[in-house]
T-cell receptor, first 117, second 113 residues
Framework: AQTVTQSQPEMSVQEAETVTLSCTYD???????LFWYKQPPSRQMILVIR??????QNATENRFSVNFQKAAKSFSLKISDSQLGDAAMYFC??????????????FGQGTRLTINP | SQTIHQWPATLVQPVGSPLSLECTVE??????LYWYRQAAGRGLQLLFY??????ISSEVPQNLSASRPQDRQFILSSKKLLLSDSGFYLC????????????FGEGSWLTVV
């Protein structure tokens, strides 16, 4: 079974600085997707970034970027120029590349990110 | 664009009472639909998923059930709530044309007392 591990329960960073959140996963599949979701105090899960395993290029979305190391099964999230609104719980998630049927996400336990003004 | 609505946002129910949480997706057809639960301080657990009307799959045995009476409507129910049913419930959807990425609703807080 696939598993996702986030080894940092909590992280903090000064506003405007850069922070990296770690995520490792375990799978025997060769083709899959990886995601980072953000859960602010409102509790809604918001997609931050998505990476397709067959793509070697790391995904980026404005101040958010990932470091995808397929051989090491590592998928870290880098937040540049941290803002107060980035404070949230961040979840790493995995799902296999299924073309039909439901797409089942496997989540890590989350990392709570605090932004210090 | 697609949107997802989930209600009620907050619910306090006594043990043994019934439950109905509803979720509706707009702006797409034949979505895959999901119910997740998040216990306090923990990650998300997939409870049910559906690939079509009246096609429901359960991931974990529990006191809850799900139904999909219409293409874009997904309902989470219980006949008799337990204390352990308390948590944050999230409905979600995905479609192939949106890259199969899963998008979540606003969530519903359930407290069983």
């Amino acid at each position: 079974a696939q598993t996702v591990t986030q080894s940092q329960p909590e992280m903090s960073v000064q506003e405007a600085e850069t922070v990296t959140l770690s995520c490792t996963y375990d799978t025997s599949e060769s083709d899959y997707y990886l995601f980072w979701y953000k859960q602010p105090p409102s509790r809604q899960m918001i997609l931050v970034i998505r990476q397709e395993a067959y793509k070697q290029q790391n995904a980026t979305e404005n101040r958010f970027s990932v470091n995808f190391q397929k051989a090491a099964k590592s998928f870290s999230l880098k937040i540049s120029d941290s803002q107060l609104g980035d404070a949230a719980m961040y979840f790493c998630a995995y799902r296999p590349r299924e073309h039909q049927g439901a797409q089942k996400l496997v989540f890590g336990q989350g990392t709570r990110l605090t932004i210090n003004p | 664009s697609q949107t997802i609505h989930q209600w009620p946002a907050t619910l306090v129910q006594p043990v043994g009472s019934p439950l109905s949480l509803e979720c509706t997706v707009e702006g797409t057809s034949n979505p895959n639909l999901y119910w997740y639960r998040q216990a306090a301080g923990r990650g998300l657990q997939l409870l049910f998923y559906s690939i079509g009307i009246d096609q429901i799959s359960s991931e974990v045995p529990q006191n809850l059930s799900a139904s999909r009476p219409q293409d874009r409507q997904f309902i989470l129910s219980s006949k008799k709530l337990l204390l352990s049913d308390s948590g944050f419930y999230l409905c979600a959807w995905s479609v192939l044309t949106a890259g199969n990425t899963i998008y979540f609703g606003e969530g519903s807080w359930l407290t069983v007392v």
